[in-house]
């Protein structure tokens, strides 16, 4: 039989140093960790989803407002309006503004968006705004997450599936798991040199996307002229496929952009020689062009209500049909009532924002049928409006506001 080995005073203290340097180092870990930086509170119970509106009401009166810098439009998911500044995601009631649900980081909120059922809060670090949270909105229990190198600002996106993060010099398209599924641009460290998504010298100008492709207009090196780039997931998530469409005479600061894409549809708005909006097909080719009786506005807008994509031209709404991007109809002002934002639907009615109410409309034609009048502080940008079953929510700048 083996002796045991016998435990010397030095072996005690060896184990006892190594303990001590294990806790030492888990709690220098946890110190410095995410999850240290982060303070969470769900729901205490989950959000019920609202009904949908069985009718337009026949007035509406403010309910409540909440600052939310890091929207650029409401974001309503899961019977939730989520709001966000500074460090903090709220996920708030739509009718009383009440505070379901809070998460907050101790790091900048770059920007707020939305897919599937889930809030997506993007925060700044060492490496841009590309530390990405979502949160259930209907419970506030964080869901997936991601990590990576982005610019120092961004935009987001969402179609309700894929979320589209754009900066001036890369773009990033994430399904509602996260995983990346397109990146576009520069990167901080070539991992392989040869793959074609990598590009240095261009800055994004504007991007719109779908779950099935992106379209973003860009300027590279010494090149004064705009060029529209067609990306398609390739192979793998960095090497996109890719198409280009030449705009010698289109400057980048002529005010062109990209306004929404379908499927594998493009729309863009031209500023010059006239301005206009095209549509062009997953070749590039141009398949439909509408003119513009003058330039959009820098603050021009673009929303999709239904099964239509509206766009906020300044003065005027423009309507397609979201399917193919054909052209239907244009809601232009009515004496002082004048458009001042996109459109959104609530029972079947169109409701555009206009100046001293609500118009509703009829959706086939663009008829106005009546107004809903809205007393609104002066705003300098774009009035959004989105819907939370008989609420309308608008952002008018920096601040939320909800009206039933």
Known sequence: MVRPER??????????????????????????SDARATLSRPAVTPAPNPAPARMVPVSLTPLWSSVSTATTRPVVVGGTVVTG????????DPAT?????????DTALCAVSWVYRYAVAVYRDGRGCGQVSTIDAFTGRRGPARSSYADRHVELSSDGTTV????????????????????YGEVDARVKPSARGLHSGCRLVSAAASASAVSVFETCGTHTGLRLALLRPGREED?????????????????????????????VYLPTPQPRVEVLDD?????????????ASP????????????????????????????????IAAAGPAVPLGPATMMAGRL??????GIGVYDPATGASERCLAVERPPVSSAVIPAVSGSTVVEQRGDVLAALG
């Open 7 to 32: 435990r010397t005073t030095a072996d005690v203290v060896a184990a006892a140093t190594i303990a001590v340097a294990v806790v030492v180092s888990a709690g220098l870990i946890w110190w410095n």
């Open 85 to 92: 500044d500074g460090h903090q995601v709220d996920g708030r």
């Open 97 to 105: 503004g009440k505070v379901r649900w809070s998460y907050r980081r």
């Open 164 to 183: 589209l993060s754009v900066g001036p010099t890369r773009l990033e398209l994430w399904r509602s798991d996260m995983v990346r599924i397109l990146s």
């Open 239 to 267: 090497e996109p496929e890719q198409r280009y469409v030449e705009e010698p005479d289109v400057s980048a600061d002529s005010g062109a952009r990209v306004l929404t894409v379908s499927d594998t549809t493009t729309a």
């Open 283 to 295: 070749t590039g080719a141009a398949v439909a062009s509408t003119l513009l009786p003058k330039p």
């Open 299 to 330: 603050s021009a807008v673009i929303s999709r209500a239904g099964n239509l994509v509206t766009w906020w031209t300044g003065d005027a709404v423009m309507v397609f049909d979201t399917a193919n991007l054909v052209y239907r109809y244009t």
């Open 351 to 356: 409701l555009v924002p206009v100046t001293g």
